[in-house]
């Protein structure tokens, strides 16, 4: 498989959140051409900071693995990761980061600092705009459907 | 109870990861002067990358609070948020964090970046060098030890 193909799953888990009324994250995470772990974003539904796609599929890669260094892994995800999930990216020792579409406000790979230039001990290949217009379109979908539930709901208020 | 008490009590939880053979760092999240959280460094132990003091204290602030907005906490933990960690400050808005010792390799409040100074959407107020020296002592402490351990390894095996 390729990384498009990889990135196409990561879109899948994002659409996944979506439907579940989550902003739409999704990330894969693939070791020797092997899936290790697949996860979206479940910050509201589990009431939890740390629920991003990223971080639990980071948590699921470690069990699988039986250990805390993703040495040989590739992570895919449809957004650019934020600062935390960039520093689990960094502590994973993950070789190789592909994201999807930028995020302005919370980036941390490049948008809003360019994190793993710093000087910690371990830096990870990063790849962005891997199909940049499908993951930006998913978040500008559920944005859009989101305000127009919200007007819904207040115009019923009326 | 003050902020020395509550360091004190990370202080416990870092002494008790060190007893474990872990790296000794600990935390505490307090809320309306009581204790939500405690937490100690299980990285070695959990095999996993994610397992620092500080994210599994958010981790179960979140769930003790039910939400992952934890708004009037704060966080003491004895060693400088890495950036992993930081990012989960930002991200569960954590109102303060009171860290002592500096960790010139990791430390992402001063050391190597000031993470909180640039534009994410929230700002913790940062305090850190509370008992700084103990916290400090306390991790030189376990890793001269580590070394003897080793060094006595190493000549068994001759």
Known sequence: MTDLDYMELAI??????ASLGEVPVGAVIVKNDSIV????????????ALAHAELLAIDRACKRLGGWRLFGCT??????????????????RIDRVVYGALDPKAGSCE??????????????ILEGGLLQQE??????????????KKLKKTSYKK
Chains 1, 2 share one sequence.
Do not use: W
């Open 37 to 48: 772990a697949t996860a979206y974003n479940r910050r509201e539904l589990d009431k939890n």
């Open 75 to 92: 992570l895919y995800v449809t957004l650019e990761p934020c600062p935390m999930c960039t520093g689990a990216i960094i502590n994973s």
């Open 135 to 148: 993951c930006s379109q998913l978040l500008s979908d559920f944005f859009q459907q989101l305000r127009k």
């Open 111 to 124: 948008s809003v600092i360019p994190l793993t230039e710093f000087p910690y001990n371990h830096k990870p």
């Open 12 to 17: 899948e888990q994002a659409k996944i959140a």
